[in-house]
């Protein structure tokens, strides 16, 4: 475990943490006026590897071997050339800090984004030292800047990372929907009035990251996966992205717990590993990974039952009844992947140079970036946005 202190007094900063994976969702904007809950959960923190937040180049700014040094092989909006490596822990993990009066951000709408660079300070030196982040539509969190923190180990505390066994044995699925509250409703008193089913976005966001490599690993040829969630979750976007043809590629699930899938299987989706974020290989030499957050990972391989709702008026947060309750309600629309996540890492992927890819990707743009592509709902699950 460790312990974040300021770069320019040393005053601990935070509470021990351990160490995880920098979640998929980590820079989601999640619809319009939504209210998210902490990124991370307490007592832990991630880091970064890229740049991220002000000051930002254009694309146009940068010259093509920065970009592909980088790792960055196909235009986006405008990278980041702020210091990597920065950290991300639950704003309740953070001590000694106080805000920075006035930075609030350029582009904030209901709360802080951090757009404007580092709003918290060392409360004994006043040095910057972090973003505290909790606009609408924006996953709450505070980024620790890491030129201007430390990290020190603590002596006898930390532990090894689950093994795929112990996960199996204690990790939770995420489920694939759940309630999301608008800004400003009243959650806080138990209220669901004000509460709508969607799909969740942490699954938007995965799926994003598993559609991007599913679109790589295609190489220009269709890609069957299994019904059921996992169809509903990647089938129509596949379909939509990929060209029609008598050849198509078998996606399946695949990881601990389950059998071996055959022969004529050529992309397995399979977990990442929430602590380490390495993604699960099956012993013999594997075809194309794509890789899904654990969470996701798990509710697809082994579902649960039906989410149970709360009968009436108000319970305690995070209380729910399953005392001949109803089965909580699917949502209204089709699922569709986080098209910011999924141009987010395709651009990260060096097949994104393929000319059969990108001959893909230009009739895609021909017909609007952000129209919809296999469908008649502007949120379709193939569109995608470069940005």
Not at 138 to 167: C, D, E, F, K, T
Not at 250 to 271: F, K, M, N, T
Not at 297 to 312: C, E, G, N, T
């Amino acid at each position: 475990m460790f312990v974040f202190v300021c770069a320019g007094c040393g005053a601990r900063l935070t509470i021990p943490l351990s160490k995880v994976a920098l979640p998929a969702h980590a820079h989601q904007k999640y619809g319009n006026g939504v209210q998210l809950p902490v990124l991370m959960e307490s007592g832990t923190f991630a880091v970064d590897p890229e740049p991220w937040g002000p000051p930002w180049r254009r694309w146009e700014e940068i010259p093509p071997d920065e970009a592909t040094a980088r790792g960055v092989y196909a235009p986006v909006y405008a990278l980041s050339d702020g210091a990597p490596g920065a950290i991300v822990i639950a704003p309740g993990d953070a001590s000694g800090t106080v805000l920075i009066p006035g930075n609030h951000g350029g582009g904030y709408c209901c709360g802080l984004d951090g757009a404007d660079g580092p709003n918290v300070a060392c409360a004994e030196c006043a040095l910057p030292v972090a973003s505290r982040i909790d606009d609408c539509s924006l996953w709450q969190a505070m980024w620790l800047a890491p030129n201007a923190v430390r990290r020190l180990p603590i002596a006898g505390l930390g532990a090894a990372p689950l093994s795929w066994s112990q996960l199996m044995a204690e990790g939770m699925g995420t489920p694939p929907f759940e309630p999301i509250a608008a800004w400003g409703s009243r959650m806080a008193a138990g209220h669901w009035s004000n509460y709508w089913w969607s799909w969740s976005p942490q699954w938007e966001a995965a799926a994003g990251q598993a559609l991007a490599h599913l679109l790589a690993a295609s190489e220009g040829q269709p890609v069957l996966v299994p019904d059921g969630l996992v169809g509903e979750v990647f089938q129509r976007a596949l379909d939509a992205l990929l060209p029609a043809g008598p050849q198509a590629r078998c996606a399946v699930l695949a990881g601990p717990g389950l059998p071996a899938p055959s022969v004529d299987v050529s992309i397995l989706l399979v977990p990442s590993h929430p602590q380490t974020g390495k993604t699960w290989a099956p012993a013999d030499p594997a075809p194309y990974l794509v890789p899904l957050p654990f969470g996701v990972w798990l509710w697809l391989a082994f579902p649960d039952a039906d989410l149970p709702v709360p009968r009436s008026g108000a319970l305690p947060i995070g209380v729910l009844r399953d005392d001949f309750d109803p089965p909580a309600p699917r949502p209204r629309h089709l699922f569709r992947a986080d098209p910011e996540v999924f141009w987010r890492v395709l651009v990260r992927l060096p097949t994104v140079r393929s000319p059969w890819l990108r001959e893909i990707l230009a009739h895609h743009m021909r017909t609007g970036p952000d129209r919809v592509h296999g469908g008649d709902q502007p949120d379709d699950p193939g569109t995608y946005a470069a940005r």
